[in-house]
Nanobody, 124 residues
């Protein structure tokens, strides 16, 4: 009953920019950390950026200075602004959140929620 929906992926040329928004919906009491992961073909999923409810951020070294994660706690949203994109940024990007919400059984508990993923392709 809690879900994350991403959007904003697509094809962009090297050096270009994209913004990936993600919205949480459902029976949510609170959201702790939110994050973006990515998975390139043939590679494991990696953490790209994370942000706490207080706004503290963390980035993988390969995107520092180029990507910015932000969130709106009132709207239960998180966004990833990606600048100076490189071909190696090509991947499926997944939104993730630590949510205290209601399960289908009607119980409130901590949930690790994932979005369905959105494809970002950086190519000339």
């Amino acid at each position: 009953q809690v879900q994350l929906v991403e959007s904003g992926g697509g094809l962009v040329q090297p050096g270009g920019s994209l913004r990936l928004p993600c919205a949480a919906s459902g029976s949510i009491f609170s959201i702790n950390a939110m994050a973006w992961y990515r998975q390139a073909p043939g590679k494991p999923r990696e953490l790209v950026a994370s942000i706490t409810s207080g706004g503290n951020t963390n980035y993988v070294d390969s995107v520092k200075g180029r990507f910015t994660i932000s969130r709106d706690n009132a709207k239960n949203t998180v966004s990833l602004k990606m600048n100076s994109l490189k071909p190696e940024d090509t991947a499926v990007y997944y939104c993730n959140a630590e949510v205290f919400g209601r399960t289908p059984a009607g119980l409130y508990r901590s949930l690790d929620v994932w979005g369905q993923g959105t494809l970002v392709t950086v190519s000339a």
